[in-house]
Every structure is written in structure tokens, then in C-alpha cells.
């Protein structure tokens, strides 16, 4: 089954940018989505397709793809961007969808 | 506005069964995909079940194939998760997403709140 690999924190100080990573075994050919949630709320779509932002979400959120790793990255962060952040991707070779463990974003 | 309220959720003992619904506003739901996704206690996002928008196509996570089955109505605008021989595991907070378009593999834009199921003795 497909695997999607992040690390599980990350820290960066205000004003600063933050870029959470997603592993996945020629992750480049798929389509990736990512999701924030903040505690005790449900997920919100922040990237679709890898680098289009949902109406609502800041342009301080893009995304890239390429290779062997996705990438999610936050310019200017914010104290509110604080939270749990998580890839996803569509496997039609197994039509499951996947979800990378998650990877909490704490602002110093 | 899109809403997606889901409700059913409970304490259950283990071996027990518990039905899930969604209910769903603000949105053409015969026209799209829905999904079922849960978060164990402290843990990441785990997705269940998907099933396309007429209800032809359904599927389901290896973890929980043969146990659960997803069902719509698409008269009445409900999503549903039928969950049987329950384990501990399956202890988690339960959500149901709504897909863009009406295909499984549509990515997930909006999301209800969530129902908790706790499996215990």
C-alpha cells in the first residue's frame, strides 16, 4: 500500500517560513492535498492539486510537488497558523485514499 | 453554506454495532462523492470509506473492510456508516468530508464536526 512519510513537528519563530514535507514513492505523478486542524476542530482544505489554494485560505499557503516529496510551505507565519498540517493523496492503484501521519507546526 | 452534521456516535461495547449519519445541507449532495474519516485519541487522520455520488462505487480501509459499510440516501440528503463487530481500535472521533465532484477520488473541501465512538467494556 502507498505510503506518504512527514516529520512530526516543526518549529519556526513568527514572520518566518515554515515548509512541511511529504514523502511518498513518485508522489511528483500524484495529485496532493493538504489539510490543517487546529485542536479540538475538524480538518480545513488549505492546497488542492498540489498548489491551488481554496478560496478563504491566505496566499501566504502554497504547495509543491515534485519527485519523491511534496511540499506545503507557510511564508510569513502567523501565530494562528499554529496547528496539525496533513498531506493526502488518491491511490488508484489500490483506490484507497492516504493520509500522511501529520506534522505539528508549533510558532516559537 | 455547506453543512455536513454528523451524529450516532456513543459508547459501545466491543462486538456491538452503531449506525453513523451525516446529514448534509447547502449543497447538490446527489452530485457528489462523500467519505468517512477518523481520528483516533491523540493520533493523525485515518480515511475509512468513500463512496461516489449515485452510490455505485463504495470503499473501504483494509482495517475496516467486511465491518463497515457506507450508504446513501440521496432523497434525504444522508450519509450513512453501518459499524459492526466493533473493536477498541475503532475508539476514535468520526467524520464525514464531502468530495469535489461526483467521484471517490475527488479531494475533500469541506468537513463536518465529527462524531466520538467509544468502544469499551
Known amino acids: 500500500s502507498y505510503v506518504l512519510t512527514q516529520a512530526p513537528s516543526v518549529s519556526v519563530a513568527p514572520g518566518k517560513t515554515a515548509r512541511i514535507t511529504c514523502g511518498g514513492d513518485n508522489i511528483g505523478r500524484k495529485s496532493v492535498h493538504w489539510f490543517l486542524q487546529r485542536p479540538g476542530q475538524a480538518p480545513v482544505l488549505v492546497i488542492y492539486?498540489?498548489?491551488d489554494r481554496p478560496s478563504g485560505i491566505p496566499e501566504r499557503f502554497s504547495g509543491s510537488n515534485s519527485g519523491n516529496t511534496a511540499t506545503l510551505t507557510i511564508s510569513r507565519v502567523e501565530a494562528g497558523d499554529e496547528a496539525d498540517y496533513y498531506c493526502q493523496v488518491w491511490d488508484s492503484s489500490s483506490d484507497h485514499w492516504v493520509f500522511g501521519g501529520g506534522t505539528k507546526v508549533t510558532v516559537l | 453554506e455547506v453543512q455536513l452534521l454528523a451524529s450516532g456516535g456513543g459508547l459501545i461495547q466491543p462486538g456491538g454495532s452503531l449506525r453513523l449519519s451525516c446529514a448534509a445541507s447547502g449543497f447538490t449532495f446527489s452530485s457528489h462523492a462523500m467519505n468517512w474519516v477518523r481520528q483516533r485519541p491523540g493520533k493523525g487522520l485515518e480515511w475509512v470509506s468513500s463512496?461516489?455520488?449515485?452510490?455505485?462505487?463504495?470503499y473501504n480501509a483494509d482495517s475496516v473492510k467486511g465491518r463497515f459499510t457506507i450508504s446513501r440516501d440521496n432523497s434525504k440528503n444522508i450519509l450513512s456508516l453501518q459499524m459492526n463487530s466493533l473493536r477498541v481500535e475503532d475508539t476514535a472521533i468520526y467524520y464525514c468530508?464531502?468530495?469535489?465532484?461526483?467521484?471517490?477520488?475527488?479531494?475533500?473541501?469541506?468537513w463536518g464536526q465529527g462524531t466520538l465512538v467509544t468502544v469499551s467494556s
Open positions: 468530508a464531502k468530495s469535489v465532484g461526483t467521484l471517490v477520488s475527488g479531494y475533500f473541501d469541506y
Open positions: 463512496i461516489s455520488a449515485r452510490g455505485t462505487n463504495a
Open positions: 492539486y498540489g498548489s
